[in-house]
């Protein structure tokens, strides 16, 4: 099964990753992320095409598309999934949403495999900006227990904390008992770990999610009064 993965919460990531039979380890044929926050529409597309260049595949050769559905951004997040349905129109393949915190989850778990990390349960946060986090609650086989949710850090559950939002709030997590787990204080959600997890979920039977935003706020775009009502012309 050849998938690719396009995750735009915070930063533009997308990858091409591939099993040869359902459950096996997933194979990561290319990648590509950026490192800013703001180019997601400019780099996106020449990002897969090249992409799909590297890995000597084309868009016929893709069985299903993953893209993250959020929490992030309402401008980020339109851009990986209007990207992700687009190309699956063009293409004719299965478009499925997979929530971006799961790749954090996903990379929390192969480091805590590796490493005799013994966390029962743990906590992922990025940057939702106005001075909050979005974050999610995992156990430690990566069920998702509690959120998606945005709020300031003091909102948080105590225990450890992993990603880049952590780190921006490091003081105020341990001021509220939670500790931020240092070799993750910069990580964000990558479409590679998010493909993987996905991958995961579809290899023991399981199913993704609609490929419906989780924006959590309300669009800080409104229509100005005036125009409320007015008759149309």
Known sequence: MLILAIDTSATASAALLKTRSPGSAAQLLASFHTEETNTHSEVLAPGIQGLLAESGSSGGDIDAIVVGVGPGPFTGLRVGIATARALG?????????????????????????????????????????????????????GTLLDGPHVGAAETLPSGPVHGAGAGMYA???????????????????????????????????GKLLPTTPLY????????????????AS
Request: charged share 25%; no cysteine.
């Open 216 to 231: 959590l706020r309300e669009s800080d775009a409104k229509v100005p009064a005036q125009m409320k009502g007015a008759p």
């Open 89 to 141: 129109f063009a293409w004719g393949t299965p478009v499925h949403g997979a929530v971006s915190l799961d790749a954090l989850a996903y990379d929390v778990m192969v480091d805590n495999s590796s490493s005799s990390v013994d966390d029962h349960e743990f906590t992922v946060a990025i940057d939702a900006r106005r001075k909050e986090l979005y974050w999610a609650r995992y156990a430690d086989d």
């Open 171 to 205: 003081d105020r997590l341990d001021a509220a008992g939670a500790n931020v787990v240092e070799r993750f204080a910069d990580r964000q959600p990558s479409a590679a770990s998010l493909g993987a997890w996905a991958l995961r979920i579809l290899g023991a039977g």
